[in-house]
């Protein structure tokens, strides 16, 4: 009956011979800021598993079918209409029908959320702050990190419409949770839309839920259901992530229940000239017609490609100078790549239009 609500928290911990790939640290301005609009897949059915733990892994999930869509929009506290309850968030995601948001406090340290708030349950808004707020990342990240947290949250709303066994006027959830994330690994990822040096994360949550209902607006609470379980989350974070760049779940059962995978494309392939234009940086952010480059030598032997955050090819266009027109762009976030004439790659960076 409250799964939809504890479908949406448990999203949270939710993203030949292989060469050795280098570690990577996840740092606080890899993730998500207001603006970012990030699309992911997900294999409902997945016939493979999440792979080994250690160092120079390669996980290889380039078959991966694409079953269902899922599209997250980081924006303002404010513009969520749940402010007063979440005032001290910095941000909120959106998912793709506008009508519920997760939200989360983020800084140089550390990236926790706060609660849930909207059309949980699809009978009306509820608000569901966390009591004991959970935290997801601590700053740096690296192969090895781990922390353990605790979270609770209670959640009241209407019965109504609810698949109840008998009607009922009123439903109750109190959840708490234990969760312990360890950085198991490191190496290559390979998904249907490219190759990632990522760092995977387990996250093991041991939950307790207490589920109570009132027949009548005058009845005293009554115990539904009391139960415990365990869940299991690896997730793969790489540097241009924003989101998770995949996430692997399972069933009630232990079962592969779902591979989920970003769309966002890699900053790092193969070609990537790493040591020359090191103070190669673009700017304004965000841009509104036209975007700037600072520091690349010998810009005339350069075209520039601007990807969309779900993998499309925007627009291609030989330099003429250090300036490249985004005016045709609508609002939303990029990835540009700038590739010479021989072939080689500067590494890809985000940026921003703004309208």
Not at 176 to 204: F, W
Request: proline share 5%; aromatic share 12%.
């Amino acid at each position: 009956m409250m799964k939809p609500l504890l479908t949406l928290i448990c999203s949270l911990f939710v993203l030949g011979i292989a060469p050795i790939r280098a570690q990577i640290s996840l740092l606080t301005t890899d993730l998500t800021s207001i603006g970012d609009v990030v699309t992911r897949y997900s294999d409902t059915i997945p016939a493979y598993g999440p792979g080994g733990s250690g160092p120079n892994q390669t996980w290889d999930f380039s078959s991966a079918v694409i079953e269902d869509t899922a599209v997250t929009t980081v924006v303002t506290v404010a513009s969520t209409g749940f402010q007063s309850t979440f005032a001290s968030s910095d941000y909120a995601m959106e998912g793709v029908e506008g009508s519920s948001w997760l939200y989360f406090e983020h800084d140089a340290n550390s990236m926790s959320t706060t609660g849930a708030a909207g059309d949980l349950l699809g009978n009306g808004d509820i608000e569901s702050p966390f009591s004991d707020d959970l935290l997801l990342h601590q700053f740096p990240r690296t192969y090895g990190s781990n922390f353990d947290d605790t979270y609770a949250f209670v959640t009241e709303a209407s019965g109504a419409g609810l698949p109840t066994p008998i009607p009922v006027n009123q439903v109750r959830l109190t959840h708490t949770g234990h969760v312990y994330d360890t950085t198991d690994a490191y190496g290559t990822l390979i998904t249907p839309y490219g190759t990632y040096d990522a760092l995977r994360v387990k996250t093991v949550d041991y939950t307790h839920d207490i589920l109570e209902i009132k027949l009548f607006s005058f009845s005293p609470w009554s115990e539904f259901s009391n139960t415990m379980d365990t869940s299991t989350v690896y997730a793969w974070h790489a540097k241009e992530e924003m989101l998770a760049i995949a996430e692997f779940t399972f069933d009630s059962l232990g079962n592969p229940a779902r591979f989920t995978f970003s769309t966002v494309p890699p900053a790092t392939t193969v070609g990537v000239q790493e040591d020359a234009n090191d103070d190669l940086s673009i700017y304004p952010q965000p841009a509104t017609d036209f975007l700037y480059l600072n520091g690349l030598k010998d810009f005339y032997n350069y075209s520039a490609e601007i990807i969309s955050i779900d993998g499309r090819v925007c627009s291609h266009q030989q330099l003429g100078s250090t300036r490249i027109s985004v005016a045709t762009l609508p609002r939303g976030v990029y990835i540009l790549r700038l590739i010479s004439s021989d072939g080689i790659q500067q590494k890809p960076m985000r940026f921003v239009v703004e309208r």
